[in-house]
């Protein structure tokens, strides 16, 4: 399993990113898709998740409403569209995909909100 995160960068405070996850190696139609993320000097955190067919999905209390996870099964991709950003959601946000107790982890992306 290969999963390669981009799409990180600068951006300002109120401002929007948006990540994206290839994912190779395998079939994914099975594996639940998820992003975490790592402030500095903290744990890293769940933040969202959704099955490949699209549903459910989840997110971390503070990023409902502003964050949205998607995916495109042509590129086998899954997003992160990070809107009204705060300084608080910089960190490293890593792509997971998960099938029972197994994860496997791709690199992480760095996302650096300034106010």
């Known amino acids: 399993v290969q999963l390669q995160a981009s799409g990180g960068g600068l951006v300002q405070a109120g401002g929007s990113v948006r990540l994206s996850c290839a994912a190779s190696?395998?079939?994914?139609?099975?594996?639940?898709m998820k992003w975490f993320r790592q402030a500095p000097g903290k744990e890293r955190e769940f933040v969202a998740s959704m099955s490949w067919n699209g549903v459910p999905t989840y997110y971390l209390d503070s990023v409902k409403g502003r964050f949205t996870i998607s995916k495109d099964n042509a590129q086998s991709t899954v997003h992160l569209q990070m809107n009204s950003l705060k300084r608080e959601d910089t960190a490293v946000y890593y792509c997971?995909?998960?099938?029972?107790?197994?994860?496997?982890w791709g690199r992480g992306t760095l996302v650096t909100v300034s106010s």
């Open positions: 997971a995909a998960a099938l029972g107790p197994t994860t496997y």
């Open positions: 190696g395998r079939t994914f139609t099975s594996y639940v």
